[in-house]
């Protein structure tokens, strides 16, 4: 019996019928056991089959074994209810707590004593951003929120300043001891210093770390406040001070598209763009590019661009709480933290600017540590009923496989998401686990990253992400052993491996047009970017255009 399951205690009972068919008597006994659990219509049909009963009966048997049942459920009612009357005058039933509970069963059952459900906080604020985003208020917001940016941007500035200035006196300092080693001090010395040295920069980074926070925390509420009052305000139509204020001025617009122009020619990335059509009956169209990119670039606030910083998060505000949100796909180790490589650089570029809607990128990591704890609890207790059940020595050495693994970490293949509304062009970011196997050249269509890809498009097709960014090579940064042949190989499997993804898309959601996005790091060559161009179409089915001329 499982725990906390109530045991239910069965009696039987004998159910007579009795029954004339012509000049003979019949009775039929059958034995039910009370309560009962089974339909009795069910019940009923199985009688007049397994004893090949007349028709005529049909309706009367029905009838009687309907009150034969109610009967005896409604005696067994009364008798559990003498039962408890009982116990209760001989005073071993502690009345109040009884009392209290009927009342509490009666409250939570009853539409009319229900409470009224409180309000979530965050989903009216997305409701009200929402409206006002879409509204004339929306350049209003982005120049409050571009305020903030640039606030976070200078308290940055100074903490950047502040720690280089630290790093040159302790070199200047180690300088001098490291000419003194051997004369007047020891390595002990030196490892002193240096201990001292670590110690200083961690005080100044987390001193750093807490005013950010701080001024996030505050910006963040006071942004909150302020969109609610003025959505407050906005519904008051004789409030002529807030329609003037809420007016896009263009000269001011234009003013600030002119500061963001740059003296020089901006970098544009090499870049491909093909509508294809999937499917066998009922065609898709979807988009693809093929960039030569850093993956950060679509997170990071192009304070340079030719648009305007404010106009460029325009986009990204307008489909925040729509159906078309956009992902990224990040590559990351197995350690959920964002203390090395691309996601302190990912981490980094989070902090640049306050993040209004949702948690900061630290509080999702450790709310996703958390639930990979308790998944793998979960999973581990399973396996070790698995275990017990059987006493084979592969079990045996998988268990022990099991237990040398580090339980916080991610397996190859996995990923978690992070949700963010601080970032250029980005609304969701799947960061997908990936081990050092990515840089050989002999990963199949089965490997856990190509799985892990097809698990991150089955999100999308459930959570409305309609535009994701894939590294078509599975790898961020380029490396001697990654030849033309290797770029060809893997781009060719990402690119087949993808397309029967997108085509299973459609048993997803339905046949939902999307754009997908590969990205290949910076530093490849040309000549290998317009080769894997031109391999795109080869794999994809590409809608060719039609030329029409005219006979004369």
């Not at 300088?175 to 040295?197: F, T, Y």
Request: proline share 3%.
């Amino acid at each position: 019996m499982k725990p906390g399951k109530v045991k239910v205690c069965y009696t039987e009972r004998e159910f007579v019928y009795r029954f004339q068919a012509g000049c003979e008597s019949f009775a039929l006994t059958v034995p039910l056991q009370f309560p009962v659990q089974e339909n009795l219509d069910h019940l009923h049909g199985r009688l007049m089959l397994l004893h090949n009963l007349p028709c005529f009966i049909e309706q009367d048997l029905k009838k009687s074994l309907c009150q034969f049942v109610e009967e005896e459920t409604i005696r067994d009612f009364d008798r559990e209810a003498e039962q408890a009357l009982e116990c209760l005058k001989l005073s071993t039933v502690d009345v109040e707590h009884l009392a209290n509970s009927w009342m509490k069963a009666y409250t939570e059952t009853t539409l009319e004593h229900a409470r009224p459900e409180e309000p979530n906080r965050d989903e009216d604020f997305a409701d009200i951003y929402h409206d006002l985003i879409h509204s004339p208020a929306s350049e209003t917001l982005l120049n409050l929120e571009h305020n903030y940016f640039v606030s976070i941007s200078e308290l940055l500035g100074e903490r950047d300043v502040e720690m280089k200035k630290l790093r040159e006196r302790q070199g200047a300092e180690m300088d001098m001891v490291m000419q003194e080693l051997g004369k007047s001090l020891s390595d002990q010395d030196v490892n002193s210093v240096a201990a001292q040295h670590f110690e200083s920069q961690q005080i100044l980074e987390n001193k750093w770390i807490t005013e950010l926070k701080q001024l996030s925390t505050i910006q963040k509420q006071e942004y909150q406040e302020w969109v609610i009052k003025l959505h407050q305000d906005l519904k008051n139509p004789n409030n002529s001070f807030i329609s003037d204020e809420i007016k896009v001025q263009p000269s001011r617009l234009q003013e600030s598209v002119e500061a963001s122009r740059p003296t020089f020619e901006e970098h544009h990335p090499l870049e491909e763009s093909f509508t294809i059509h999937l499917g066998a009956q009922l065609k898709t169209m979807h988009n693809l590019r093929l960039l030569r990119a850093d993956m950060l670039d679509f997170c990071k606030h192009k304070r340079n661009h030719r648009s305007g910083v404010k106009l460029h998060r325009l986009q990204t505000a307008l489909s925040l709480y729509s159906t078309s949100l956009c992902g990224l796909v990040l590559l990351v180790d197995n350690r959920i933290n964002s203390y090395s490589g691309i996601k302190r650089d990912f981490a980094t570029v989070c902090q640049e600017c306050t993040d209004f809607h949702f948690p900061q990128l630290q509080e999702q990591l450790d709310v996703v540590q958390q639930v990979v704890l308790y998944a793998r609890a979960q999973r581990n207790q399973k396996t070790k009923h698995q275990h017990d059940s059987s006493n084979g020595n592969e079990v045996r050495g998988d268990k022990f496989k099991t237990t040398e693994r580090n339980h916080s970490n991610l397996l190859p293949g996995e990923f978690y998401v992070t949700r963010h509304s601080n970032l250029s062009e980005i609304h969701v970011v799947f960061h997908l686990c990936v081990d050092d196997n990515m840089r050989s050249g002999n990963i199949s269509a089965r490997d856990p990253a190509i799985m892990g890809l097809r698990n991150i498009l089955k999100v999308c097709c459930t959570h409305d992400i309609t535009t994701i960014n894939i590294p078509l090579l599975l790898v961020h940064e380029m490396s001697e052993e990654m030849t033309i042949p290797w770029c060809s190989k893997r781009a060719e499997l990402v690119f087949k491996c993808v397309k029967g993804f997108m085509m299973e898309m459609v048993s997803w959601d339905g046949g939902v047009s999307r754009t997908v996005q590969f990205l290949v790091p910076q530093n490849i060559s040309e000549e290998m970017f317009y080769q894997l161009s031109n391999m795109l179409p080869q794999i994809f089915r590409v809608s060719s255009t039609l030329t029409l001329t005219s006979k004369r």
